[in-house]
């Protein structure tokens, strides 16, 4: 080999090895990036204490809509929600302690403080319930992008709420990063978390 050509080559491979050294680092952007979904929130906890959204910051969020009357899809959800999140600090008990489960009450009349903690506790020991007014659950329910309404009122008082069923998950900033899978079991969504949760 010509002795002049192999500074040039030598060079040349370092220059490979850095590019492929950052496109290996490059992540993927996550698929709600750029989103409008999410903002700023004041709601009351299950223990009564006035929540906003800015008290997360820092933390990944996992945001979830339903309501405590709910016969099926919500406590189905949060079982998945809980049993995913189990999985994810058994695997990385670092990574997963900055990820807060959080539900948000659709039905504001009937979900109080303790109506939230009653319901919540069979689920995750970390999972945060929200209420509070109607003016300020539609807000929350508006930025998230969800649609909830009042069925018809039963004989006995009773009644159900339409409305939309996502999980979000939420960067340490409050942006949006992904929707959670619903109806692929726990599993499914744990690898969801390992793979955006930093």
């Known amino acids: 080999m010509n002795e002049s050509v ?25 698929p709600l990036d750029g989103a409008a979904i999410g903002g700023p929130f004041t709601l009351v906890d299950q223990n009564g ?10 933390r990944y969020r996992i ?23 189990a999985g994810f600090e058994k695997s990385d008990p670092k990574r997963a302690a900055r990820v807060q489960p959080i539900f948000v009450t659709v039905d504001p009349q009937r979900d109080t403080p303790a109506e939230l903690k009653l319901f919540l506790a069979s689920f995750h020991p970390r999972l945060i ?13 508006k930025k998230f992008v969800v649609y909830a309404r009042k069925g018809p009122v039963q004989p006995g008082g009773g009644y159900a709420m339409d409305h939309s069923r996502q999980i979000v998950l939420q960067g340490p900033k409050g942006e949006p990063l992904a929707l959670l899978p619903d109806d692929q079991g726990p599993q499914a969504m744990t690898k969801e978390l390992d793979r955006w949760v930093r």
Do not use: M, W
């Open 6 to 30: 192999r500074p040039f080559l030598k060079a040349l491979l370092s220059l490979l090895l850095a590019v492929q050294a950052v496109a290996c680092g490059r992540s993927e952007a996550p």
């Open 49 to 58: 204490r006035i929540v906003r959204d800015r008290d997360f910051a820092g």
């Open 63 to 85: 945001v979830y809509f339903g309501y405590t009357h709910c016969p099926d899809v919500c406590p189905t959800d949060l079982a998945t929600i809980s049993q995913a999140l």
């Open 129 to 141: 319930g929200l209420t509070g007014s109607p003016a300020q659950v539609a807000d929350a329910a």
